[in-house]
């Protein structure tokens, strides 16, 4: 019956949100390689959408596609970190309704007309409203734990959802400089600061449950020191100074450096639930140090533009971040559905095979250095990313929608 589908689909946050959230990203890149392909091939029209495209795909990717994981993990597991009661179903709820209708009403606009992007901006700040409230209730009820982590969290979502509201405004008065504004602040204040301060919490975690003798360390001032660094970035980056970003993308750098070296890498060992975060976290290191020499460089041999192009923030966001987005609901996923935590063939060729998703992405355009036509050519790595995912939702999708295996309830 429909009622029970529904009972078991509400059962608990991440059921809904990474369902969503899943299918929402195929959806999403789907849009954006049939756009960027028709721009590139001829044998297809070109889609005219009603926003800048870019800025649009940016929008669906931070503020979509990365609300509906973010949300789906935290809204799961904030409360018991602090040790709290879990979120309110009436709240998860509204918070997966609000979002998956602004984020689709979103996309729809592209087509039918600015307003409907508008109204769904709108909804999807309603669903981080009411995400962020729920947060600050479950922080401020837990008066005897530490919370520095669930701070840095925290920080990040109000700048997501300040993000929103800025963007809803730039669709509003037309002013497409605030769009491209968002989409900067979006990636260096509102994702990279919750990521951190998630795998902060949890990959020295992980690590412990599969080796013998491991000491959980963590270094909480890498969290602030990542805020302030990134905030400098951000700057720089808006006010297009690229030549001077190396002031802030190389001690970030050496700050995840530092946490990599004290969480012991080299001991992820190719166990892949564990391994997947940890290659992660090489793509968003990577993409700082490649940032950074570049930027270097620029000033140096007084460069008017970088001459990789965008590879180091095609590092971040398709290696990095896109990584995090399939390690962590897979691992969500089997844990909270009763499935345990082995791992199969299927999912060590998913996480493994992603891989040549960011490298299909980035190659071309540090080629394109050399060789220039070869610069445009990684619209063809959205292809791939819409395949991987694809075949998540099929294999972990049920997982999703039906009654967990164990009989448990959630």
């Known amino acids: 019956m429909l009622s029970d589908r529904w009972s078991v689909f509400s059962a608990s946050p991440h059921r809904m949100l990474f369902w969503s959230g899943v299918s929402y990203s195929v959806l999403a890149i789907l849009l954006w390689s049939f756009l960027q392909t028709s721009l590139f091939q001829p044998w297809l029209a070109p889609i005219l959408w009603k926003l800048p495209y870019i800025q649009a795909h940016g929008f669906m990717m931070i503020y979509g596609v990365f609300g509906f994981y973010f949300f789906g993990f935290l809204l799961t597991t904030f409360p018991r970190w602090l040790d709290q009661p879990s979120v309110s179903k009436p709240a998860y709820v509204a918070v997966w309704a609000c979002l998956f209708l602004g984020a689709h009403l979103f996309w729809v606009g592209l087509f039918a007309g600015k307003y409907f992007s508008l109204v769904g901006s709108v909804l999807m700040f309603c669903a981080y409203v009411i995400a962020i409230r729920e947060a600050t209730n479950i922080l401020l009820s837990a008066k005897n734990a530490s919370r520095y982590q669930q701070v840095v969290i925290l920080l990040g979502l109000t700048v997501g959802a300040f993000g929103i509201a800025l963007y809803g405004w730039g669709i509003a008065t037309q002013n497409f400089v605030m769009l491209a504004s968002v989409s900067t602040f979006g990636i260096y204040l509102f994702l990279l600061p919750v990521i951190l301060a998630v795998l902060h919490r949890m990959v020295p975690f992980f690590t412990s449950t599969v080796t013998e003798g491991y000491q959980i360390r963590r270094w909480p001032m890498a969290l602030w020191l990542y805020l302030v660094l990134l905030l400098v970035f951000a700057y720089l980056e808006n006010n297009h100074k690229p030549e001077w970003t190396w002031v802030a993308s190389l001690p970030i750098a050496l700050v995840l450096t530092t946490e990599l070296v004290m969480w012991k890498f080299w001991l992820a060992d190719r166990r892949p639930l564990l391994f997947i975060l940890y290659l992660g976290l090489g793509w968003i290191w990577f993409s700082f140090v490649l940032s950074g020499s570049e930027s270097l460089y620029m000033l140096l041999a007084d460069l008017p533009a970088r001459p990789f192009g ?101």
């Open 310 to 410: 965008r590879a180091a923030l095609h590092a971040l966001l398709v290696g990095g971040f896109g990584s995090m987005l399939i390690g962590i609901s897979t691992r969500v996923t089997l844990g909270h559905s009763g499935r345990g935590l082995a791992t199969d063939r299927l999912t060590a060729f998913l996480f493994y095979g992603f891989q040549i998703v960011p490298l299909a992405r980035v190659l071309p355009e540090i080629a394109g250095f050399w060789v220039p036509p070869l610069a445009v050519q990684g619209y063809w790595a959205g292809w791939l990313w819409a395949i991987v995912f694809g075949i998540w939702f099929v294999a972990f999708g049920p997982a999703l929608t039906r009654p967990r295996s164990d009989g448990r309830p959630g």
